[in-house]
């Protein structure tokens, strides 16, 4: 797994590189399954700001399946626990007591299907893992994340916004009170995305 570190506004936003080809294919095929299902679709819905697209209403996290358990032991608990190090600056371990957990969804993106601007409240990372990406126009099912300091950019001190265009096999993963949105797309686009939250241990 190849990770490359950036600082942002001043955050840490990572990218990781990966190549876990069977959880891809498994994740890909868990969408199609839902989509035969006719499985609620929340695109669209209120407070969902996913618009034109297919999200089916499930923690796919939450599914008994061999695969899961490979997904979230080679990849969401090294790139969260790596990542909870980066925001803590490398100096401090998870505090006794807490434990990262962790909500996952899959999304599908059409041409026209896009992104509204918005922040995960109750989070305090999230990650966006690309599956599939057909070719885009300029532009196109772009991940834009937002300086959250005004007056930094008003001044010229940074950039407004950080624009990405994820590869397949990708993982972005910033804090998820940065405000981001995804450009409407051209072409299909499929990610899987999770969000990391700490609790009591015991709760």
Known sequence: MKVDKETLWPIEFRKYSIDFTEEQQYLISVLEDFKLLDWKNVSGQRFN???NGY???ADILSLDHPMIDSIKRKIIDPISEEFWMSLSKDKISLPEGLQ???KAWLVEYDAGSYQNLHVHKTSLFTAVWTLYREEQDDLAGQIHLHN?????YTLGFFQESKK???KENEILVFPSWIAHNVTPCTAKRIVFVWDTM???KNA
Not at 148 to 152: E, K, L, Y
Request: net charge negative.
């Open 49 to 51: 700001t996913t618009i």
């Open 55 to 57: 999200q089916p209403d």
């Open 100 to 102: 990262l957990i962790h």
């Open 148 to 152: 959250p300091i005004v007056g930094s």
């Open 164 to 166: 990405i265009t994820a």
């Open 198 to 200: 700490a609790i009591p």
